[in-house]
Protein backbone atom coordinates (compact mmCIF):
# COMPACT_ATOMS: atom_id res chain seq x y z
CA UNK A 1 0.00 0.00 0.00
CA UNK A 2 1.57 3.17 -1.01
CA UNK A 3 1.48 6.91 1.14
CA UNK A 4 -1.67 8.84 1.31
CA UNK A 5 -2.09 11.95 -1.03
CA UNK A 6 0.06 14.76 0.02
CA UNK A 7 2.76 12.46 2.19
CA UNK A 8 6.17 11.56 0.82
CA UNK A 9 7.06 7.45 0.53
CA UNK A 10 9.67 6.92 3.46
CA UNK A 11 12.53 6.79 0.72
CA UNK A 12 11.12 9.32 -1.89
CA UNK A 13 14.19 11.65 -2.16
CA UNK A 14 11.66 15.45 -1.04
CA UNK A 15 11.83 17.80 -3.82
CA UNK A 16 12.42 21.68 -2.86
CA UNK A 17 14.67 22.91 -0.01
CA UNK A 18 17.75 20.43 1.24
CA UNK A 19 16.54 18.67 3.63
CA UNK A 20 19.45 19.42 6.22
CA UNK A 21 18.20 22.80 5.65
CA UNK A 22 14.48 21.87 6.51
CA UNK A 23 15.29 21.20 9.73
CA UNK A 24 18.04 24.01 10.64
CA UNK A 25 14.68 26.03 9.44
CA UNK A 26 12.18 24.35 11.88
CA UNK A 27 15.44 24.71 14.55
CA UNK A 28 15.85 28.78 13.83
CA UNK A 29 11.87 28.86 13.60
CA UNK A 30 11.25 26.57 17.38
CA UNK A 31 14.20 29.41 18.97
CA UNK A 32 12.89 32.32 17.81
CA UNK A 33 8.90 31.39 18.63
CA UNK A 34 8.99 32.55 22.25
CA UNK A 35 9.95 36.17 20.94
CA UNK A 36 6.83 36.40 18.59
CA UNK A 37 3.67 38.70 19.49
CA UNK A 38 0.48 37.26 19.26
CA UNK A 39 -0.09 38.38 16.23
CA UNK A 40 3.39 37.12 14.54
CA UNK A 41 2.18 33.67 15.71
CA UNK A 42 -0.84 33.99 13.73
CA UNK A 43 0.90 34.50 10.63
CA UNK A 44 3.49 32.30 11.17
CA UNK A 45 0.49 29.63 11.89
CA UNK A 46 -0.80 30.93 8.17
CA UNK A 47 2.20 30.41 6.58
CA UNK A 48 2.13 26.38 7.96
CA UNK A 49 -0.92 25.96 6.72
CA UNK A 50 -0.77 27.58 3.57
CA UNK A 51 2.35 25.36 2.86
CA UNK A 52 0.43 22.42 4.20
CA UNK A 53 -2.43 23.52 1.98
CA UNK A 54 -0.06 23.22 -1.29
CA UNK A 55 0.29 19.54 -0.62
CA UNK A 56 -2.65 18.39 -0.37
CA UNK A 57 -5.26 17.84 1.93
CA UNK A 58 -3.96 14.90 3.88
CA UNK A 59 -1.16 16.96 4.92
CA UNK A 60 -3.58 19.62 6.51
CA UNK A 61 -5.46 16.73 8.26
CA UNK A 62 -2.39 15.13 9.56
CA UNK A 63 -1.74 18.64 11.40
CA UNK A 64 -5.25 18.82 12.19
CA UNK A 65 -4.84 15.88 13.90
CA UNK A 66 -1.63 16.28 15.69
CA UNK A 67 -3.09 19.36 17.52
CA UNK A 68 -6.23 17.63 18.42
CA UNK A 69 -3.84 14.94 20.75
CA UNK A 70 -2.58 17.77 22.49
CA UNK A 71 -5.49 20.07 22.60
CA UNK A 72 -6.05 19.26 26.57
CA UNK A 73 -2.38 20.22 27.23
CA UNK A 74 -3.31 23.43 25.39
CA UNK A 75 -5.97 24.28 27.66
CA UNK A 76 -3.84 23.03 30.26
CA UNK A 77 -1.58 25.91 29.71
CA UNK A 78 -4.18 28.43 29.26
CA UNK A 79 -5.71 27.60 32.66
CA UNK A 80 -2.25 27.59 34.07
CA UNK A 81 -1.37 30.62 32.63
CA UNK A 82 -4.79 32.57 33.81
CA UNK A 83 -5.54 31.18 37.46
CA UNK A 84 -3.31 28.23 38.66
CA UNK A 85 0.17 30.41 38.23
CA UNK A 86 0.04 33.83 36.32
CA UNK A 87 2.42 35.81 35.80
CA UNK A 88 3.46 38.56 37.75
CA UNK A 89 2.13 41.93 37.06
CA UNK A 90 1.29 45.57 37.84
CA UNK A 91 -1.98 45.39 36.61
CA UNK A 92 -4.80 44.93 39.21
CA UNK A 93 -7.28 42.26 38.46
CA UNK A 94 -10.31 40.40 39.91
CA UNK A 95 -10.47 37.21 41.42
CA UNK A 96 -11.21 35.40 38.15
CA UNK A 97 -11.45 38.10 35.37
CA UNK A 98 -7.38 37.85 33.71
CA UNK A 99 -6.70 41.01 32.70
CA UNK A 100 -5.34 41.41 28.76
CA UNK A 101 -1.73 41.52 29.38
CA UNK A 102 -2.19 37.89 30.87
CA UNK A 103 -4.70 36.31 28.24
CA UNK A 104 -2.10 37.64 26.00
CA UNK A 105 0.85 35.79 27.69
CA UNK A 106 -1.37 32.88 28.32
CA UNK A 107 -2.96 32.43 24.29
CA UNK A 108 1.34 32.79 23.25
CA UNK A 109 2.07 30.09 25.57
CA UNK A 110 -0.14 27.83 23.74
CA UNK A 111 0.55 29.27 20.41
CA UNK A 112 4.05 28.93 20.34
CA UNK A 113 3.36 25.20 20.69
CA UNK A 114 0.47 25.28 17.88
CA UNK A 115 3.14 26.73 15.33
CA UNK A 116 6.08 24.07 15.93
CA UNK A 117 3.55 21.32 15.80
CA UNK A 118 2.52 22.18 12.97
CA UNK A 119 5.56 22.61 10.92
CA UNK A 120 7.09 19.73 12.74
CA UNK A 121 4.13 17.34 11.20
CA UNK A 122 4.51 19.66 7.95
CA UNK A 123 8.06 18.48 8.35
CA UNK A 124 7.71 14.81 8.80
CA UNK A 125 4.77 14.94 6.09
CA UNK A 126 6.76 16.68 3.59
CA UNK A 127 10.53 14.47 4.42
CA UNK A 128 11.08 10.62 4.27
CA UNK A 129 12.41 9.58 7.86
CA UNK A 130 15.35 8.34 5.87
CA UNK A 131 16.37 11.86 4.05
CA UNK A 132 15.65 13.46 7.57
CA UNK A 133 17.92 11.23 9.37
CA UNK A 134 20.43 12.08 6.07
CA UNK A 135 20.04 15.89 6.93
CA UNK A 136 20.14 15.30 10.48
CA UNK A 137 23.52 13.53 10.16
CA UNK A 138 24.76 16.29 7.77
CA UNK A 139 23.86 18.58 10.31
CA UNK A 140 26.13 16.94 12.93
CA UNK A 141 29.11 16.15 10.93
CA UNK A 142 30.95 18.37 12.64
CA UNK A 143 31.11 16.49 15.90
CA UNK A 144 31.93 13.41 14.27
CA UNK A 145 35.30 14.70 15.26
CA UNK A 146 34.59 14.53 19.16
CA UNK A 147 34.10 10.89 18.47
CA UNK A 148 30.22 10.81 18.27
CA UNK A 149 29.01 8.19 16.20
CA UNK A 150 26.49 10.03 14.08
CA UNK A 151 25.49 7.90 11.61
CA UNK A 152 24.82 5.11 14.22
CA UNK A 153 22.45 7.54 15.90
CA UNK A 154 20.65 9.00 12.66
CA UNK A 155 19.80 5.63 11.71
CA UNK A 156 18.30 4.62 14.76
CA UNK A 157 16.22 7.73 14.37
CA UNK A 158 15.42 7.10 10.97
CA UNK A 159 14.03 3.98 12.12
CA UNK A 160 12.51 5.32 15.07
CA UNK A 161 10.78 8.27 13.01
CA UNK A 162 9.49 5.05 10.85
CA UNK A 163 8.37 3.40 12.71
CA UNK A 164 5.63 5.60 15.34
CA UNK A 165 2.66 5.79 12.24
CA UNK A 166 3.21 2.37 11.29
CA UNK A 167 2.79 1.15 15.14
CA UNK A 168 -0.05 3.97 15.24
CA UNK A 169 -1.86 1.91 12.78
CA UNK A 170 -1.32 -1.19 13.74
CA UNK A 171 -2.53 0.20 17.40
CA UNK A 172 -5.49 1.54 15.38
CA UNK A 173 -6.24 -2.18 13.72
CA UNK A 174 -6.01 -3.93 17.07
CA UNK A 175 -8.82 -1.87 18.85
CA UNK A 176 -11.19 -1.82 15.63
CA UNK A 177 -13.97 -4.12 16.52
CA UNK A 178 -12.76 -4.86 20.03
CA UNK A 179 -15.24 -6.33 22.71
CA UNK A 180 -16.57 -3.63 25.29
CA UNK A 181 -14.62 -4.03 29.23
CA UNK A 182 -11.31 -5.11 30.14
CA UNK A 183 -11.42 -8.21 27.83
CA UNK A 184 -11.62 -6.42 24.50
CA UNK A 185 -9.19 -4.42 25.44
CA UNK A 186 -6.73 -7.37 26.34
CA UNK A 187 -7.76 -9.23 22.90
CA UNK A 188 -6.52 -5.66 21.13
CA UNK A 189 -3.16 -6.04 23.17
CA UNK A 190 -2.68 -9.78 22.37
CA UNK A 191 -3.48 -9.04 18.71
CA UNK A 192 -1.26 -5.61 18.76
CA UNK A 193 1.37 -8.30 20.01
CA UNK A 194 1.02 -10.50 17.00
CA UNK A 195 1.26 -8.20 14.47
CA UNK A 196 4.45 -6.68 16.13
CA UNK A 197 6.35 -9.81 15.95
CA UNK A 198 4.92 -10.98 12.82
CA UNK A 199 6.92 -7.69 10.90
CA UNK A 200 9.60 -7.77 13.22
CA UNK A 201 11.87 -9.30 10.52
CA UNK A 202 14.35 -5.95 9.83
CA UNK A 203 17.14 -5.73 11.91
CA UNK A 204 18.48 -2.16 12.72
CA UNK A 205 21.48 -2.97 11.36
CA UNK A 206 20.25 -3.45 7.44
CA UNK A 207 19.48 0.48 7.76
CA UNK A 208 20.72 2.56 5.29
CA UNK A 209 20.60 6.48 4.92
CA UNK A 210 21.01 7.71 1.57
CA UNK A 211 23.23 10.13 0.15
CA UNK A 212 22.74 13.53 0.26
CA UNK A 213 24.10 16.08 -2.38
CA UNK A 214 25.32 19.70 -1.11
CA UNK A 215 22.75 22.18 -0.90
CA UNK A 216 22.51 24.27 -3.89
CA UNK A 217 22.65 28.03 -4.36
CA UNK A 218 18.61 27.59 -4.23
CA UNK A 219 18.74 26.03 -0.94
CA UNK A 220 21.04 29.11 0.20
CA UNK A 221 18.92 31.45 -1.24
CA UNK A 222 15.75 29.45 0.63
CA UNK A 223 17.41 29.22 3.83
CA UNK A 224 18.43 32.74 3.96
CA UNK A 225 14.86 33.99 3.38
CA UNK A 226 13.24 31.48 6.14
CA UNK A 227 15.83 32.86 8.33
CA UNK A 228 15.56 36.51 8.14
CA UNK A 229 11.98 35.85 8.00
CA UNK A 230 11.49 33.98 11.09
CA UNK A 231 14.11 36.81 12.54
CA UNK A 232 11.60 39.64 11.29
CA UNK A 233 8.56 37.61 13.29
CA UNK A 234 10.17 38.55 16.25
CA UNK A 235 10.27 42.06 16.02
CA UNK A 236 6.20 41.88 14.39
Known amino acids: MGPAPGVVAP ?19 AAMLFRYSLAALGVALAVVLIAAAA ?3 ETLVGIYRALRRIRWLLLSIVVI ?13 S ?14 R ?27 VMLLRPLAALGLEIEVFARRLALTLEGVPVTAE ?5 ATGRRPGLAGWGDAA ?11 VTLPETARLPTLAGPGVRDWLLLGSGVAACLLGGQL
Open 11 to 29: DEAPTGLHPAFRILLLLVL
Open 55 to 57: HGR
Open 81 to 93: YLWVAPEPGPAAR
Open 95 to 108: AWWPTWSELDIALR
Open 110 to 136: SGVLVVLVAAVELLRRRTGPAYMAAGL
Open 170 to 174: RVARA
Open 190 to 200: AALVRDVETAA
